[in-house]
């Protein structure tokens, strides 16, 4: 639903809102995130997938 910004490398994600409801501590969460861009650019676009539980980002 919307974003409110962490501790850079923490690792941790805050659930809030609704979803907070849904939720217990352990759970697999997946966060997708949406973006506006022209054709080009979409076509260029290539996404980060990160895993938070192990501070590791893939590539």
């Known amino acids: 639903t919307y974003i409110i910004k962490g501790e850079r490398g923490s ?5 809030n809102g609704a979803a907070a409801r849904k939720v217990a501590i352990g759970d697999t969460v997946i966060i997708i995130s949406y973006a506006l861009m022209d054709f080009e650019e979409a076509k ?6 990160v895993f938070p539980e192990n501070n590791k980002v893939v590539k």
Not at 44 to 49: A, E, G
């Open 11 to 15: 690792g941790c994600i805050c659930l």
């Open 44 to 49: 260029k676009f290539r996404p980060t997938v």
